[in-house]
């Protein structure tokens, strides 16, 4: 290896390549990356919103290590810590504000790059395991925002938890013993918080971040899926952009956009807007009557009222029972896209399961509408 | 050799000051978060009483107010020397309650409403007791707690 | 013939435990049967269910006499013991009779007092009767009623204190009734107005004074005027402790001013307000005292009024800072706390006008500016912050801004 020209300065970033590489032998990951390339096209906008939710997660972990500092877990204190950050830590207010709004939006966000992929079909071979580790993200997340929304241990949250964890009630046999698991007991109390806590702030990270680091392996190994109608096209007409620096440095700018926009959110609606609301309120008190409307959270919303709407008994099944039956056949019917759609393994359109996406989307924006309205 | 600032260059000092600055408007608030408030630890639903039995033994009264969550409490050194803490809050009309060494009573000056050291009220127009509190000696320290059935 | 033996005591258990199911109450004697069946809506066997001589196992031959086992009015009457209905002015000394009894009254109830006729002799109502012979005033049946007597802890009693104003101005209230007496009858309607009445009637504050809380009620009279502030001060203890050791009392007792009242009111008690203190035409103490006549009495009316009125100003200050810091979106339960402080340090200034005296005022007032001060400054900081938190946003945009600005750049010039 011939050593570098004497005369010319090394600039950082080369003085610190030649020291990874002489231990590591870099060399070669460093030109893979380096030839890694980002399709343009009408939609590649939409490559944006994988990296715009790892963004938003990221935040998630950060400004919930910061919490942790002050949180404590438990009936006696859960609620009078979350007060003391609002109030007396210096920036807590920020640090809290932050947390609460990148959850909702990296929540929102993950829908936007799931209907995405799915609209563009990108869960098509060779990508099913990318589909896969992606909706057990989506399903992780969802649990990462059940699990703390109880954390602060106010009335709006003991409400919505008890009735959230009283509908697993409904499945047979195992529905009684796993509400028993998942509570820590019959009732919501701090056994709970304790329970909530540890899936919060230990399993759900560890877990997401086996499956995330799963599946940012998967998009870096494959690439991004090109359009379908890109079919057949001659290599030389595919228009792309290296992805680094060209693509990372548009998604960092996008990045810095959305830090903005949550500061700005994280400030001016402290406590939430609309019906996307979390003010600390009242501590819980279980023997205080619930309040008149209690709701979960919006990104379940669309489950509960359509839960709400089912009558008592349906043939001979439970409503309640039939709502979880029709969510679990419909969920896995979601998950196995990949493999049901025939179509888009021959890299062809599939106008049929597109219809069936946008019903999903139509039925879950008018459910969760609903559930508002009809409050 | 002609030192020419570049527009490139200039782009990219300008980015890693401008960089620094923004790294420097995160990390202000996250340092100063992580250093903790003069008022300690969050109040549970135990309080620590900032005086010990000496102060109530020095006081006229014999009795000290304390604040307990969004309550006002009431701890009172009996002629026994037991340590009695009730809520001082009047069941009448909310006034802050006072203890009457000389009658060995809780007394409300708003109304002469009167409670005994359990919090039962004896005379006048409080409607109901008040709630009693537990309280523990650690050493020179008094613990206040909420009682538990 | 021991079958029919058998069946015959069979019917007859057969019929007393039929009839004893149908019978309402085991006393149920011919009297009530006979009175239930020929009286009107509300007349004595109706309401005698909820009598408590009825529950004590009494009968109506206990206060009537006669012999409850006859079923003929007549026979009733010829028997022996009956008393009947006593004449109106006959009725004291009628239940007396037992009430007055206390080797009997300690069979039936060892508390109950049993000076109820004695009080009732030095009553207005009493004399009136024995001496005037006047048929109109209240009897033991006028309040207690004669047969739904209830103890005064029932709310469905007449003698309930939420019921007995209305039990009182059935005589006091009707100016056509009153008429002769030359005494208002518009006590009802002041006292449904007044702080008392609002907080009894309204809110069922039982610890609130009802008619007989202050006239007493056997021995029913107006308070005199010199004990009036001992009658008053049951309850506002601190006031007239204060007021008996105030220049005012021996100055009231020497002009016969029936001291609280004088200034409160009797039965139109309102709410006092700090604006009810001072030297100007229309304000209290402009009763008595001259504005101009250089006296010390002046001068601590006027410190007094001002005092209280500098206390006011520091808790509304503060309170409307609060409220503004509140609207912003700040934490400000701490601050609420203080305020409720500084609420009660108000209360006790107020009380300490009685003495009537500016240097019993001041430090109470002086403390409660302070703290009041406090808050003010607390709620100052809230605000400072919450206007700091967009400060500091804005600089954060600033450098976000530029910082994009400049990635935007550099991405433009690498395509």
Redesign the interface.
């Known amino acids: 290896m011939q050593g570098p020209d004497p005369r010319k300065k090394q600039s950082l970033p080369q003085r610190l390549y030649r020291w990874a590489d002489t231990r590591f032998s870099i060399g070669d990951l460093v030109d893979y990356m380096s030839h890694k390339t980002v399709p343009i096209h009408g939609h590649s906008i939409f490559y944006y919103l994988g990296g715009l939710t790892l963004f938003l997660f990221l935040i998630q972990v950060g400004t919930g290590i910061l919490l942790l500092m002050y949180y404590r877990p438990g009936a006696d204190s859960a609620y009078e810590s979350v007060?003391f950050i609002?109030?007396e830590v210096s920036f807590g207010?920020?640090i809290r504000s932050l947390h609460s709004w990148s959850a909702n939006l990296m929540i929102f966000v993950a829908f936007l790059h799931m209907f995405t992929v799915f609209f563009t079909q990108a869960y098509r071979k060779p990508r099913e395991m990318t589909w896969f580790t992606g909706m057990a993200l989506l399903g992780l997340g969802m649990a990462f925002g059940f699990s703390g929304y109880l954390l602060p241990w106010n009335e709006l949250s003991f409400f919505a938890t008890r009735v959230g964890t009283g509908m697993v009630h409904a499945l047979p046999f195992v529905g009684d013993y796993l509400m028993q698991v998942l509570r820590g007991g019959d009732e919501v109390t701090g056994a709970t918080i304790g329970r909530f806590f540890g899936l919060h702030v230990a399993i759900l990270p560890a877990v997401f971040t086996l499956v995330i680091a799963v599946h940012l392996l998967f998009v870096q190994r494959q690439g991004m899926s090109e359009p379908i109608d890109w079919e057949g096209k001659p290599q030389g007409e595919k228009k792309t952009?290296k992805f680094f620096?060209?693509f990372l440095?548009?998604d960092?700018?996008l990045w810095?956009?959305a830090?903005?926009v949550l500061?700005?959110l994280a400030?001016f609606f402290?406590?939430g807007i609309g019906v996307v609301h979390w003010p600390?309120g009242q501590k819980a008190d279980p023997f205080t009557p619930p309040p008149p409307v209690i709701r979960p959270e919006w990104y379940f919303m669309f489950a509960f009222q359509a839960l709400k709407f089912l009558p008592a008994h349906l043939l001979f099944i439970e409503g309640e029972l039939f709502g979880i039956i029709f969510f679990g056949l419909g969920g896995l019917i979601w998950l196995m896209i990949p493999f049901l759609d025939k179509n888009s393994n021959l890299n062809r359109r599939s106008p049929v399961f597109m219809w069936f996406g946008v019903l999903v989307v139509a039925f879950i924006v008018v459910m969760t509408i609903l559930g508002y309205l009809l409050e | 050799m002609e030192r020419i600032v570049s527009r490139?260059t200039f782009?990219?000092r300008?980015?890693a000051v401008?960089?620094v600055?923004?790294a420097a408007?995160?990390l202000y608030?996250i340092v100063k978060y992580l250093i903790p408030p003069k008022s300690g630890e969050a109040a549970a639903s135990q309080v620590k009483l900032p005086f010990g039995r000496a102060e109530l033994e020095a006081d006229p009264r014999k009795s000290r107010t304390f604040?307990f969550g969004?309550q006002?409490g009431i701890i009172v050194l009996t002629s026994s020397g037991e340590l009695k803490a009730v809520s001082a809050v009047c069941t009448?009309l909310d006034?802050?309650v006072q203890y009457r060494p000389d009658m060995s009573l809780l007394w409300c000056?708003?109304?002469?409403?009167k409670y005994d050291l359990n919090g039962k009220n004896v005379s006048?127009?409080?409607?109901r007791p008040l709630e009693r509190f537990a309280v523990n000696e650690v050493g020179s320290d008094i613990f206040v707690s909420k009682e538990t059935a | 013939m021991k079958t029919i033996l058998l069946v015959f005591t069979e019917l007859l258990l057969l019929w007393a435990g039929i009839t004893g199911s149908v019978v309402p109450a085991p006393s149920q004697s011919n009297c009530v049967k006979c009175h239930f069946d020929n009286e009107e809506e509300n007349g004595p066997a109706h309401q005698i269910g909820r009598d408590i001589h009825q529950q004590s196992g009494l009968g109506c031959p206990d206060c009537h006499g006669g012999n409850s086992a006859l079923d003929d009015m007549d026979a009733v009457r010829a028997s022996s013991g009956y008393r009947g209905v006593p004449d109106r002015l006959e009725i004291p000394v009628f239940c007396s009779r037992c009430h007055s009894d206390a080797r009997y009254m300690h069979e039936h109830n060892p508390s109950l007092s049993v000076d109820q006729l004695e009080k009732y002799q030095t009553s207005v109502h009493g004399m009136r009767l024995a001496q005037k012979k006047d048929r109109k005033v209240a009897t033991c049946v006028s309040c207690h009623t004669a047969h739904s007597i209830g103890s005064a802890k029932l709310p469905y009693s007449s003698t309930y204190p939420p019921n007995l104003p209305i039990t009182c101005g059935h005589c006091h209230a009707d100016k056509a009734y009153m008429a002769e007496y030359g005494i208002p009858t518009d006590q009802l309607e002041k006292y449904t107005r007044s702080v008392h009445g609002i907080a009894l009637l309204e809110r069922g504050?039982?610890?609130?004074p009802a008619c007989n809380d202050c006239h007493g009620n056997h021995g029913a009279a107006p308070p005199g005027i010199a004990s009036l502030d001992a009658v008053c001060g049951?309850?506002?203890?601190?006031e007239s402790r204060l007021f008996d050791g105030s220049p005012h009392r021996p100055a009231f007792v020497a002009q016969g001013l029936p001291m609280c009242e004088t200034c409160h009111g009797n039965h139109e008690i309102a709410k006092p307000s700090d604006s009810l203190i001072g030297l100007a035409e229309g304000q209290l103490c402009a009763t008595c005292h001259a504005a101009d006549d250089q006296s010390k009495a002046s001068a601590d009316i006027l410190k007094v009024s001002a005092g209280l009125r500098s206390l006011s100003i520091a808790t509304d200050s503060a309170a409307h800072m609060l409220r503004m810091a509140g609207a912003k979106?700040m934490?400000i339960?701490?601050e609420e706390?203080m305020l409720?402080?500084v609420g009660?340090i108000r209360?006790?200034a107020r009380?300490t006008v009685h003495a009537f005296a500016a240097d019993s005022l001041t430090p109470k007032v002086e403390e409660g500016i302070t703290k009041a001060e406090d808050v003010r400054k607390r709620a100052v900081k809230l605000i400072e912050e919450y206007d700091f938190?967009?400060f500091?946003?804005g600089?954060?945009?600033i450098?976000?801004?530029?910082?994009?600005l400049?990635?935007?750049?550099?991405?433009r010039?690498?395509?």
């Open positions: 007060r609002v109030s207010w920020l952009i620096p060209n440095y548009r960092l700018l810095l956009l830090l903005n500061a700005l400030v402290p406590d600390l | 490139r782009l990219d300008f980015i401008i960089g600055a923004f408007s995160v608030p604040r969004r006002l009448h006034c802050t000056a708003c109304h002469n409403g006048g127009p409080p409607p | 504050d039982l610890g609130a049951l309850c506002h203890a601190i979106g934490m339960t701490d706390f409720k402080e009660q209360v006790q009380s938190r967009r500091g946003l600089i954060a945009s450098f976000i801004t530029l910082l994009a400049g990635l935007y750049l550099k991405i010039r690498l395509v």
